[in-house]
Each structure stands twice: as structure tokens, then as C-alpha cells.
T-cell receptor, first 114, second 113 residues
């Protein structure tokens, strides 16, 4: 069966510090991968998605970037964090031809920028 | 215009009642629709999906889709306190290969004993 892993679970970082969040998927190949952010009291916002190694699409301009160095690895990064980057970050995957099955989410990383 | 609109609630129902959650979407060509449940501090989990007009039932949950009205709903029968969570409506936009999932803000449901 397929599983998705995210780490760390919680993170407290000072303003201006760098960020790296990692997500890996097991049990499938060539998944579509997604990063979402859920700010306090707000809905899930799609940040980035990837349909293959090195292929990254951004939904909104922001202080963050994403990379996909391996087929089942998706990384969210920032060079300098802002207070507004605080939130609950969720990685998700789906099979490339399995849109009818929806997305499966990782357990998330709660980021607090102080 | 937001892709998905939900009544943010909160919605409060007694145990055993029917909870009704509603959602509208803006893109008329959307084909796939989902309901996720999110407990406080946890990640969303998929509970229902629907692609065709009409009703789809799974246990105590029924999803309803009306493409002409661009309306999706979720009914929870015999509501239990364990159903207390935020329910997120989501819509795929962009086709089966490159489609992305867009979410509403969610409706917070409380089921009181």
C-alpha cells in the first residue's frame, strides 16, 4: 500500500531563517505531488504541484519554492522566512491517472515563524 | 471568484440528527468532487467522492451533485459526536492528468450528545 511521510511535525523558526520541509511517498511510482498551506482560520491553499522529477508549477507568487529531486520526494523551501509564512503545511499525492481517487495527505508540518 | 464556496458555519446538530453541508463551485467544466473531513490539528482525510449527477451513498454519508446548479452537498445521517470536525469541499480543476484540487474554507460541524 502507498504511504506518505512528512517531517518535521512541528517547527518554530525565527524570521529571516531558512526552511526545508520534506515529503516522501512510498509504494507508488511517478506520483503527482502537491504542497498546500492552511493558515489559521483559512482554507487550504495550493502552493506548488509537480507531475515529475524537476517539474514544478507554482500557484501563487510567494516567499517559498519547491523542488522534486527524486521521483517520490518533494521539498518545500525558503531562503528567508516571513511571519506570514506561519501555517500548517501539507504534502499530498495522487496517482497520475487516478484523479477520481482524490488526493492523500501527509500528516502535516505546523510551522510557527517568530 | 473563488473556485469553491462553503458556508463556514459553524453548524451544530444533536446526536442522531441529519447534518447537511453545502458547497458551490465556479468552474462549470469541473468533473470530480470530493468531501474531506479534518479533525482539529490533523490533516484532511477523504470521506466521499462524486462525479455524476445525483446521489452517492456510503454508510451514513450521502453526497449529492447537481452540475446544472454547480452545487455539491454532504448529508450525514445519525450524526455522532465523533463526526464533530471541519468538512472541506474540494473540486478538481484542469483535467484528469494535470488537474489540481481546490478547497473551500470548510464548515465546522459540532454534534452534541
Amino acid at each position: 500500500s502507498q504511504t506518505i511521510h512528512q517531517w518535521p511535525a512541528t517547527l518554530v523558526q525565527p524570521v529571516g531563517s531558512p526552511l526545508s520541509l520534506e515529503c516522501t511517498v512510498e509504494g507508488t511510482s511517478n506520483p503527482n505531488l502537491y504542497w498546500y498551506r492552511q493558515a489559521a482560520g483559512r482554507g487550504l491553499q495550493l502552493l506548488f504541484y509537480s507531475v515529475g522529477i524537476g517539474q514544478i508549477s507554482s500557484e501563487v507568487p510567494q516567499n517559498l519554492s519547491a523542488s522534486r529531486p527524486q521521483d517520490r520526494q518533494f521539498i518545500l523551501s525558503s531562503k528567508k522566512l516571513l511571519l506570514s509564512d506561519s501555517g500548517f503545511y501539507l504534502c499530498a499525492w495522487r496517482h497520475p491517472v487516478g484523479v477520481i481517487k482524490g488526493y492523500t495527505f501527509g500528516s502535516g508540518t505546523r510551522l510557527t515563524v517568530v | 471568484q473563488k473556485e469553491v464556496e462553503q458556508n463556514s458555519g459553524p453548524l451544530s446538530v444533536p446526536e442522531g440528527a441529519i447534518a447537511s453541508l453545502n458547497c458551490t463551485y465556479s468552474d462549470r467544466v469541473s468533473q470530480s468532487f470530493f468531501w474531506y473531513r479534518q479533525y482539529s490539528g490533523k490533516s484532511p482525510e477523504l470521506i466521499m467522492s462524486i462525479y455524476s449527477n445525483g446521489d452517492k451513498e456510503d454508510g451514513r454519508f450521502t453526497a449529492q451533485l447537481n452540475k446544472a446548479s454547480q452545487y455539491v452537498s454532504l448529508l450525514i445521517r445519525d450524526s455522532q459526536p465523533s463526526d464533530s470536525a471541519t468538512y472541506l469541499c474540494a473540486v478538481i480543476k484542469g483535467g484528469s492528468t494535470l488537474g489540481r484540487l481546490y478547497f473551500g474554507r470548510g464548515t465546522q460541524l459540532t454534534v452534541w450528545p
